[in-house]
């Protein structure tokens, strides 16, 4: 294990080198506790470890960004009163670190993790962020800043509900290979764009390129989006929705 026990290093150990022993947090003494919690946390150090390889490790700056993101959230449990963010558990609440575990690793063993990250249209005109769900399950959000418009996401109904994300719009999307999509939008009802919208999203290690087909109610959201590996999802959550 420890994606969690060694808080302060990566890349992690594996469970088979972990000393419960030495656990201090409550976390820490919760995943040594806890068999489920166990196999969590040695499957998301075991996707961590993948996923700095990913792209022949062009991303492996942005991953590892990610994960102590992650990892500040976890930590933030046992220590709620040095931030004024709330934790995203109440300390000693299983079930809910159980489900913060799960969600993390479904996270990093989903396929779409890859393609995952904020890309900036060269234009200037709008970012599109992509949030990897589980299995080949990804979020995706295009803001476009002339018409204040989102359009997202490309995760089903289940993977919402597990999540707690909004689900913005009933897309269909079906993937074309590891890297390549296509994405019909719908608003809310499942009722498609009057104009039309069917894009078409290409994933490289270092941009997205958006071919649009329809008018998508006034959006322009086709474009070359480059990668900005600085950045992370979780830094437009507010300024978005």
Same mark, same amino acid.
């Given at each position: 294990?420890?994606?969690?026990?060694?808080?302060?290093?990566?890349?992690? #150990?594996?469970? #088979?080198?972990?000393?419960?022993?030495?656990?201090?947090?409550?976390?820490?003494?919760?995943?040594?506790?806890?068999?489920?919690?166990? =196999?969590?946390? =040695?499957?998301?150090?075991?996707?961590?470890?993948?996923?700095?390889?990913?792209?022949?490790?062009?991303i492996r700056n942005y991953v590892r960004d990610d994960q102590r993101r992650w990892l500040a959230e976890i930590r933030r449990i046992d220590t709620p009163a040095e931030s004024e963010i709330e934790p995203l558990c109440v300390?000693?609440?299983?079930?809910?670190?159980?489900?913060?575990?799960?969600?993390?690793?479904?996270?990093? =063993?989903?396929?779409?993790?890859?393609?995952?990250?904020?890309?900036?249209?060269?234009?200037?005109?709008?970012?599109?962020?992509?949030? #990897?769900?589980?299995?080949?399950?990804?979020?995706?959000?295009?803001?476009?800043?002339?018409?204040?418009?989102?359009?997202?996401?490309?995760?089903? =109904? #289940?993977?919402?509900?597990?999540?707690?994300?909004p689900q913005l719009q009933r897309d269909t999307f079906q993937w074309h290979g590891p890297d390549t999509f296509l994405v019909e939008a719908a608003d809310d009802t499942g009722t498609p764009a009057a104009d039309g919208c069917s894009l078409t999203v290409q994933f490289t290690e270092r941009a997205a390129t958006v071919l649009q087909q329809g008018g998508c109610n006034g959006a322009r959201l086709e474009g070359t989006y480059l990668r900005d590996l600085s950045d992370l999802p979780s830094n437009h959550e507010s300024s978005v929705d």
């Open positions: 294990m420890s994606t969690c026990l060694m808080l302060g290093n990566i890349p992690f #150990a594996h469970a #088979a080198s972990f000393d419960c022993d030495k656990s201090r947090t409550g976390v820490e003494k919760a995943i040594c506790s806890d068999s489920k919690l166990s =196999e969590y946390d =040695e499957r998301i150090a075991a996707a961590f470890k993948r996923a700095l390889g990913e792209w022949n490790g062009a300390a000693g609440d299983l079930p809910c670190l159980r489900r913060e575990l799960q969600l993390r690793m479904d996270t990093l =063993e989903s396929s779409g993790y890859r393609n995952s990250g904020v890309y900036q249209r060269s234009d200037g005109g709008g970012n599109l962020l992509v949030t #990897a769900i589980r299995n080949a399950d990804i979020r995706l959000r295009v803001y476009d800043r002339k018409t204040s418009k989102i359009l997202g996401s490309a995760e089903d =109904e #289940a993977a919402t509900q597990r999540s707690g994300l």
